[in-house]
């Protein structure tokens, strides 16, 4: 076979393409696989003068009827790029516009805004441009044989490659935050590699086979997304008032842009190395290194808590008990998958991590922070978090436990707040003697915080939310030195004393859980004629408008209402739902199992 390198115009090419005298061979066609964001991005490549990859026409000759020689052009690669060079011609795609919201570029553009072409189509371009693109100059490889086997094997060849990972690529693009990822988590034969040791409790990749050998892809490509999440999600703690965020390509890709430079001594980036610093520290590290792989969404929460316990104010008794509770946590949402998996058991550490980190919507923020969220509580109550004593304030941890927990609502507004600007109550007043505990803060934005005669209003009604909270979950509140020498924290559970039976008025009825009884109260006050009226958080017409670990249950109208809460807040809540359709008159009475009669 004979090659021929030689230079052909942008226009000759898209001529000849458009004319039907370079088409592409049935056997090599692949179709228009091409989206908008790659035609757009190779045009701009164009209009910049970069040199974009070789284009490869199979010439053949053939003899005809009279014995003269006719010659026939093939296209064996660069269909893609003549498609898009020749929709962009007939005006079918703007080139991309940043500041207008365009659709994203298949790789980051760092000059894009400012062009002159930005969102403009090929006839909308000044007449210079126009020119200039038409004229440009390209490669194409002829190769003249008779064997089409040839042919064959360079198109093999050429499509042959190891197709690179979205993180391969983005270790290709320059930036601070490129070197910084690469040189914390580690590439092979890279300069700046030097992993740290954190790493090493993450899984490998493992070998792939084809046909022409074992061939390993870069077994660290997967730990260094890992490592650009993480290490994204602490810098934006650092600089706003982000607490969790999406982490899917665009927003890291985002975030790999906006970081082509950073200082030396950038508060985020030096937030990131303390931590990885810091893990391996802790006592019982070594049973992570001996143990199976840690998968990368428990890393990720554990780096999260280590994190925000590096950034409180704490005595370091934390530092001894984290892993241990850490791999108690791993060993209940092994079992909890295990079930699932074996005997379709659920549970709530399958309900509340596992089965949130696969799918597609496991790397958005609401997912990660329901699962993190989750964490907290199984984990949280274990460490023994010893807040220094006279603290004034609640610091890191404090704040994004209860921030988490009240699930970034103003429990006075109602409305979301963001981590920045949210703020934690005393719901009894520091100067009144009020700890600085979990069990004493509540979520408020700062406006509201700001009314203190409004806050001093709402202090029952805050109490009356922590008390129901806490016979919810299992989470412990932070204790001080003082709680954890006087043995003052709470948390213990009472005995299991189900209700059997519900009196409302003259009537009775028959239950066995506490979650029938707003329920059963409900569909009472229906059979009676009565009209229900919503309720905010407690009663709706449609399964909507409850917070987000509500359980609401259907009632004989198809309206819900929420049955997720203690004995104690059930039983009020049924008789609110009297109260809020004026029957205040009729009696609401709860008989428990061992004969106890509790009276709303």
């Known amino acids: 076979m004979k090659s021929e390198l030689k230079t052909r115009t942008l226009q000759d090419l898209a001529n000849l393409y458009l004319d039907g005298k370079l088409p592409v061979s049935r056997e090599y066609q692949r179709g228009t696989k091409w989206r908008l964001p790659q035609k757009q991005a190779l045009v701009d490549s164009l209009l910049r003068g970069y040199q974009i990859p070789l284009f490869y026409v199979h010439i053949e000759k053939t003899t005809s009827y009279s014995g003269g020689v006719n010659e026939n052009a093939w296209l064996v690669d660069g269909q893609q790029r003549l498609v898009s060079i020749t929709d962009y011609i007939k005006n079918r795609f703007p080139l991309p516009a940043p500041e207008d919201g365009a659709p994203r570029a298949v790789t980051p553009t760092l000059t894009t805004a400012g062009s002159p072409w930005a969102g403009k189509t090929f006839d909308e371009l000044t007449e210079k441009d126009r020119t200039r693109l038409l004229g440009l100059e390209l490669h194409v490889v002829e190769m003249h044989t008779q064997d089409e086997n040839e042919a064959r094997d360079l198109f093999i060849r050429l499509q042959a490659g190891t197709p690179l990972t979205a993180q391969e690529k983005r270790d290709a693009w320059p930036g601070d935050f490129t070197t910084f990822v690469i040189r914390h988590a580690g590439k092979p034969e890279h300069p700046d590699s030097n992993p740290k040791p954190f790493f090493q409790i993450l899984p490998h990749a493992t070998a792939i086979n084809i046909d022409d050998g074992d061939h390993y892809v870069d077994r660290w490509a997967e730990r260094r997304k890992f490592f650009a999440g993480l290490a994204m999600t602490i810098m934006l703690r650092e600089r706003s008032d982000s607490l969790f965020v999406d ?186 003697g009020g700890q600085t505990v979990a069990g004493n803060g509540i979520l408020v934005c700062s406006q509201c915080h700001s009314d203190r005669k409004k806050m001093q209003e709402l202090t029952p009604q805050f109490q009356e939310y922590l008390v129901r909270l806490e016979q919810r979950t299992e989470a412990a509140p932070l204790r001080t030195s003082r709680e954890v020498e006087d043995g003052s924290a709470r948390g213990t559970k009472t005995r299991t004393n189900p209700p059997t039976e519900l009196r409302i008025g003259a009537d009775v009825i028959g239950v066995t859980k506490a979650n029938q009884i707003p329920v059963e109260v409900a569909n009472w006050i229906l059979r009676q004629g009565k009209a229900l009226h919503v309720i905010p958080n407690v009663l709706h017409q449609a399964n909507a408008g409850f917070p987000l670990a509500a359980q609401p249950k259907q009632i004989a109208n198809g309206w819900f209402v929420e049955v997720g809460d203690s004995q104690k807040v059930l039983i009020q809540r049924g008789r609110r739902l009297l109260d809020n359709c004026d029957l205040h008159d009729v009696s609401l009475q709860v008989v428990l199992r061992d004969g106890t009669v509790k009276t709303a």
């Open 247 to 432: 982490l899917k390509g665009k927003q890291i890709n985002q975030f790999y842009m906006g970081n082509l430079k950073l200082r030396g001594d950038d508060p985020g980036t030096l937030r990131v190395v303390r931590m990885l610093d810091a893990i391996p520290k802790l006592q019982g590290f070594e049973r992570l290194l001996a143990g199976s792989p840690v998968t990368h969404q428990m890393a990720f929460h554990l780096a999260l808590l280590v994190d925000a316990l590096l950034s409180g104010d704490y005595t370091p008794d934390w530092r001894a008990n984290i892993v241990s509770a850490f791999i108690a946590f791993r060993e209940e949402v092994t079992e909890a998958r295990h079930r699932h998996r074996t005997a379709h058991e659920t549970s709530p550490a399958y309900e509340g991590f596992a089965a949130l980190t696969a799918g597609s919507g496991s790397d958005t923020a609401d997912v990660i922070q329901r699962r993190h969220g989750f964490f907290l509580k199984r984990v949280y109550p274990a460490i023994k978090v010893v807040a220094r004593d006279g603290k004034r304030a609640f610091d890191a941890l404090d704040k994004e436990w209860i921030f988490v927990r009240d699930k970034g609502t103003c429990q006075c507004c109602k409305q979301p707040v963001s981590f920045r600007d949210a703020a934690v109550h005393h719901v009894i007043e520091h100067a009144a």
